[in-house]
């Protein structure tokens, strides 16, 4: 590794002190050229030190929300300050996202193997989405629910025999569209005497032969549960 200037970004002295010694024994090729404790300190420092690093915590001066703040403005004033982020918010995905969003070139969270020279390697070379392990595992989570989800709605739609009309029927039955407004619909070339019919034929394919009076919301609310719906992508077509 070659010799890179880093400014620290943390309002936690403890947590600033426990930093300082990361570098000094586990990426000495570091030269901190300054460190601070709020976004004031910091913009003074980038005037005069500009970083090849900025290591940036997320939660500042007691918001969670001020490290991505600096993160648009260093992009917008620093393009080419790389920016990693090191911090404790770890169950606050939605905070990494905003903070990826902003321009962040990686997170490394507080826990598990914490810093390495090799993240902060990855980064200086260039590479975005750098990640320690602890969010890795978080995010592989998150990869292995969506794909046994997605799975799981395509066996649905084979053992249930659905086609792309009876998905967008449900869906914007869903939404709470009338019959009459679904056969409005530009990619339903079916009348509403087609679409009752087709309503019929989804309950009898969803409930079985043997079955009582069933409505239009225990319809869409069993193909919520088949996941032949995807609740969170519950979108009307173009009209």
Same mark, same amino acid.
């Given at each position: 590794?070659?010799?890179?200037?880093?400014?620290?970004?943390?309002?936690?002295?403890? !947590?600033?002190?426990?930093? +300082?010694?990361?570098?000094?024994?586990?990426?000495? !090729?570091?030269?901190?050229?300054?460190?601070?404790?709020?976004?004031?300190?910091?913009?003074?420092?980038?005037?005069?030190?500009?970083?090849?690093?900025?290591?940036?915590?997320?939660?500042?001066?007691?918001?969670?929300?001020?490290?991505?703040?600096?993160?648009?403005?260093?992009?917008?004033?620093?393009?080419?300050?790389?920016?990693?982020?090191?911090?404790?918010?770890?169950?606050?995905? +939605?905070?990494?996202?905003?903070?990826?969003?902003?321009?962040?070139?990686?997170?490394?969270?507080?826990?598990?193997?914490?810093?390495?020279?090799?993240?902060?390697?990855?980064?200086?070379?260039?590479?975005?989405?750098?990640?320690?392990?602890?969010?890795?595992?978080?995010?592989?989570?998150?990869?292995?629910?969506?794909?046994?989800?997605?799975?799981?709605?395509?066996?649905?739609?084979?053992?249930?025999?659905?086609?792309?009309?009876?998905?967008?029927?449900?869906?914007?039955?869903?939404?709470?569209?009338?019959?009459?407004?679904?056969?409005?619909?530009?990619?339903?070339?079916?009348?509403?005497?087609?679409?009752?019919?087709?309503?019929?034929?989804?309950?009898?394919?969803?409930?079985?032969?043997?079955?009582?009076?069933?409505?239009?919301?225990?319809?869409?609310?069993?193909?919520? !549960?088949?996941?032949?719906?995807?609740?969170?992508?519950?979108?009307?077509?173009?009209?």
């Amino acid at each position: 590794m070659n010799p890179f200037k880093v400014i620290i970004v943390e309002d936690v002295a403890l !947590e600033m002190k426990g930093t +300082k010694e990361i570098f000094r024994s586990e990426i000495p !090729e570091a030269e901190i050229v300054g460190t601070a404790m709020n976004e004031t300190d910091l913009w003074k420092l980038m005037r005069d030190n500009q970083p090849d690093l900025v290591l940036l915590d997320l939660g500042l001066g007691g918001s969670t929300t001020a490290g991505v703040d600096v993160c648009k403005q260093m992009r917008r004033r620093y393009p080419d300050v790389h920016v990693l982020i090191f911090t404790g918010e770890i169950m606050n995905e +939605k905070l990494w996202v905003d903070a990826l969003d902003a321009g962040a070139d990686g997170i490394i969270l507080k826990s598990g193997e914490l810093l390495t020279k090799g993240d902060v390697q990855s980064v200086l070379d260039g590479k975005r989405m750098v990640f320690n392990q602890p969010i890795l595992e978080k995010i592989l989570q998150r990869f292995r629910k969506s794909v046994l989800s997605e799975s799981l709605r395509q066996e649905a739609f084979l053992d249930y025999d659905i086609d792309e009309y009876d998905e967008r029927f449900l869906r914007h039955l869903a939404l709470g569209y009338t019959k009459d407004m679904i056969a409005a619909l530009k990619g339903m070339p079916f009348g509403v005497k087609s679409i009752e019919k087709r309503q019929n034929d989804l309950t009898n394919r969803l409930f079985g032969e043997e079955h009582g009076s069933i409505n239009a919301t225990r319809l869409v609310t069993k193909a919520i !549960e088949l996941r032949i719906l995807d609740i969170d992508h519950l979108e009307p077509d173009d009209e």
